[in-house]
């Protein structure tokens, strides 16, 4: 199964290129940052880290309420190179970016042996400063480093190093730039320690593909959001010619699903920046609460069993309701009749409308909708994340969660047994509309897109990711991808006049690409690569 199979550490640039399956001229990319590293910092990098950026085909916002979702891995990446430097603080770090708008930053890690163990954070081994109110480019490589300077040198030093970062995955257009970013720097700290690789008594890698993306999630938090999985399950384990569907409970699990023939997905970027770490407080951590707090609502209505300090999810709740036993998952179509049932019972959850129309509720009718004791849902919902609103939407969110989970399994079934195109195209549709209107996450910029794309020839267009501004995703028959750009590009203003590749910077057709991996630098790599210089370029 994918979350134990290893971290592919190659050391032969044939094996690198062929796995991963992608068309971009990878190996100009790869060169370039190498050279520059050597040019910038006087030695060759030991390591060079791959991380991918995802296209989320169906599925939002609902990883974090623990339903499965179906992202594929995208062409576009994160390339973190990385080596050792000798003399200097443990842990030190340089860090430069190709992109001259981010400048070079330099940082270490403090030891808190003798600091009071007075937060969570405090109390933790090594500490690293992240503003999540002031986040810079390097706070994300800072994000990764985090979780294995604390999972793996208690007790132990890391070295210093020096590391130059590449990415081609736009920052804030939801195709995940910032898992893909904290995903390549945990796994390029863990491979200058020696932490990746097998020793001579170990097969494969010493962290799986599960473990990393576990790591991964706990150091994208760092960054001060509150983040699901599948921006990082995606980025892991993604198969160079397949989406994935990845699921969430009773544990990690991901399995391939073939794309139907004929299919493109094409993504086109509404260039409306969505940070979703500086707008987490309104809206991503609200979102996750207000799921939250929707479950213990409805669990307390069905008269499920909730353990008193349990932060209980939406997922959880419909197990319990129809009987699932405890760590083990029922049956796909016994939870697609569940999630139909558990969509009617959510209309309990509706607040009699009040005069604007208004289907939220404030802050003391939604934790008397808890059952809980303000002080205790303070500590389970508020005390890591700040959240604010006026309104929360307990019922809108929990509608949303429960009918997008089952189009997922909808979207799935017809991948794998056939069904047509139209019916992804009708689903999409459906996952936009209720993204609009019942979740909230998009924006009129989005939402014309999905239209234009519509008119346009796709048989289905939607946002990806978190929303609120960045890509669409829609499907379009193969044999119309060209003409399909071509009139997005004539009706959506922001890419009036857009030509060759100032336009395919915006909107592109999708390749699934592999997972993240690494490429060691080793001395006789310098003389093989000498022979595959005038056919793939010439990297070590
Ligand atoms: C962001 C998060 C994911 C997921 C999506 C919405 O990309 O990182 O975990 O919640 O938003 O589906």
């Not at 950026?53 to 990385?82: K, M, Q, S, T």
């Not at 939604?366 to 303070?378: E, K, Q, S, V």
């Not at 006049?497 to 991996?517: M, Q, R, W, Y």
Request: a negative charge; aromatic letters at 8%.
């Amino acid at each position: 199964m994918a979350a134990k199979a290893p971290i592919p550490v190659y050391t032969q640039l044939n094996d690198l290129y062929n796995n991963l399956g992608t068309t971009v001229d990878h190996a100009t990319r790869w060169n370039n940052l190498a050279e520059e590293f050597e040019k910038r910092f006087g030695r060759k990098p030991a390591y060079i880290a791959r991380a991918p950026g995802r296209v989320n085909l169906i599925g939002e916002h609902i990883d974090y309420c623990l339903f499965g979702v179906l992202p594929a891995a995208v062409e576009r990446d994160i390339l973190i190179a990385i080596a050792p430097r000798a003399h200097d603080v443990p842990g030190h770090t340089v860090a430069d970016n190709l992109l001259p708008k981010y400048t070079r930053a330099a940082f270490a890690p403090s030891h808190n042996h003798n600091e009071p163990s007075d937060s969570a954070v405090r109390a933790e081994p090594w500490h690293l400063e992240i503003n999540p109110a002031e986040l810079r480019w390097e706070s994300y490589v800072k994000a990764g480093y985090y979780g294995v300077l604390n999972q793996y040198f208690t007790p132990g030093s890391p070295v210093p190093v020096d590391l130059l970062v590449t990415g081609s995955v736009p920052a804030g257009s939801g195709l995940s730039s910032s898992a893909a970013m904290v995903v390549a720097s945990t796994l390029a700290f863990l491979a200058v320690n020696g932490k990746l690789e097998p020793n001579l008594t170990n097969v494969g890698s010493k962290i799986n593909k599960g473990e990393l993306v576990q790591l991964a999630v706990r150091n994208e938090t760092r960054v001060g959001v509150n983040s699901g999985g599948m921006d990082q399950a995606a980025s892991v384990m993604c198969d160079a010619s397949s989406a994935l569907y990845i699921s969430f409970f009773p544990t990690l699990s991901a399995t391939p699903v073939a794309l139907p023939h004929g299919a493109v997905f094409v993504c086109a970027n509404s260039l409306v920046v969505s940070d979703k770490a500086a707008s987490a407080k309104f809206q991503y951590n609200l979102r996750v609460v207000e799921t939250l707090a929707a479950a213990r609502a409805l669990a307390l209505r069905l008269g499920v069993m909730v353990g008193p300090k349990e932060a209980i999810t939406l997922r959880e709740v419909l197990g319990r309701h129809v009987g699932e036993k405890e760590g083990e998952e029922i049956s796909v179509e016994k939870l697609e009749e569940a999630l139909v049932k558990l969509s009617q019972e959510v209309e309990g959850l509706r607040p009699a409308t009040s005069a604007d129309g208004q289907l939220g509720v404030k802050l003391d009718e939604m934790i008397a909708l808890t059952g809980l004791d303000t002080a205790t849902f303070d500590e389970l919902y508020f005390s890591r994340f700040q959240v604010e609103a006026t309104y929360f939407q307990l019922y809108k969110r929990a509608k949303h969660v429960y009918d997008e989970a089952l189009r997922v399994l909808q979207f799935r079934k017809i991948c794998i047994g056939g069904g047509s195109l139209e019916q992804l195209g009708d689903l999409m549709n459906a996952s936009q509309k209720s993204c609009a209107e019942v979740y909230e996450c998009s924006c009129p910029e989005l939402d014309q897109l999905t239209t234009l794309a519509r008119e346009a020839g796709a048989i289905g267009s939607r946002l990806t990711g978190a929303g609120w501004g960045g890509c669409t995703v829609s499907l379009v028959p193969e044999a119309q991808v060209e003409s399909f750009i071509a009139k997005v590009r004539d009706s959506y203003g922001p890419y009036k006049g857009l030509e060759g590749d100032k336009l395919s910077e915006v909107i592109f057709a999708t390749k699934p690409s592999s997972g993240a991996c690494v490429y060691k630098f080793e001395r006789r790599n310098v003389e093989r690569s000498n022979q595959l210089c005038s056919r793939q370029g010439c990297m070590p």
